[in-house]
């Protein structure tokens, strides 16, 4: 994996190399830092990263101009801002790798959302299980499971695997939620109160909760130009926030 910085990307920029209409291309197994991105958002460029047979043909002294070359390494990790240290400070943690960044990061309090979000579900199911509800801990587990695979996605800056939750696809998903009457006889839940019960209740901070987790998700992925860099992430947050909706539909009367 090649980690380009801010002032990797510059040097790029600047060189002219890798840039065709409007386009800058890059090998395949590239990554840039936040700072990076919002470079080329600055700079009005798209990122194409290209495959191994193309890479091969890019000339070394791009690449070393990037800064990404590990024989260019100066400290143990590195900086967001390009530079390098040869021990974390207090004040810092890894976001991925070694690239060591502040714990007020976007992204590191998306992770501290997740953590108490995932925290909560289990208080939930431990509640559940108190009432013999076995079907609304294996909801809640689903959830759990999906919630895991989007932390893994983020953490490894892989592609989230947009599978099936509770056996409903995005559609799906989608028309239930929007048609609660429809498929569960009731209306929408415009006016939440104590009396819908304890376990309707604590489902719908978990739904509020995950909002809270989507809004930190975009923030950590917004760039300069106000697009975002990890839409399937948001998406499945978004997707998320459905899915405890319906299972509230399914457990109202609990």
Do not use: W
């Amino acid at each position: 994996m090649n980690l380009i910085t801010e002032d990797g990307i510059k040097k790029i920029i600047k060189s002219g190399e890798s840039i065709t209409d409007s386009e800058l291309r890059l090998p395949l197994k590239s990554m840039l830092t936040p700072s990076a991105k919002s470079v080329l958002a600055d700079h009005k460029l798209k990122l194409v990263l290209i495959d191994d047979d193309i890479e091969k043909n890019l000339t070394t002294s791009v690449m070393e101009n990037a800064g990404v070359m590990a024989a260019k390494k100066i400290g143990k990790f590195n900086l967001e801002s390009g530079g390098f240290l040869d021990e974390k400070p207090e004040h810092m943690t890894q976001l991925y790798g070694n690239l060591l960044v502040g714990k007020d990061h976007k992204r590191i309090k998306l992770r501290g959302e997740v953590d108490v979000l995932m925290g909560e579900i289990m208080k939930v199911q431990i509640r559940a299980n108190e009432l013999q509800l076995t079907d609304l801990v294996s909801d809640l587990q689903e959830v759990f499971d999906y919630i895991g695979e989007l932390s893994r996605s983020e953490v490894l800056n892989e592609a989230l695997d947009t599978s099936k939750i509770l056996g409903f696809n995005q559609q799906e998903i989608r028309d239930m939620s929007h048609n609660p009457k429809k498929y569960f006889g009731r209306e929408h839940l415009f006016n939440i109160t104590y009396k819908l019960g304890e376990i309707p209740i604590l489902l719908n901070s978990l739904r509020a909760l995950i909002r809270k987790t989507e809004i930190a998700c975009y923030e950590g992925f917004k760039l300069a130009d106000g697009t975002v860099g990890r839409i399937d992430l948001i998406q499945g947050y978004n997707r998320l926030s459905s899915v405890m909706y319906i299972i509230i539909f399914k457990h109202l009367d609990h």
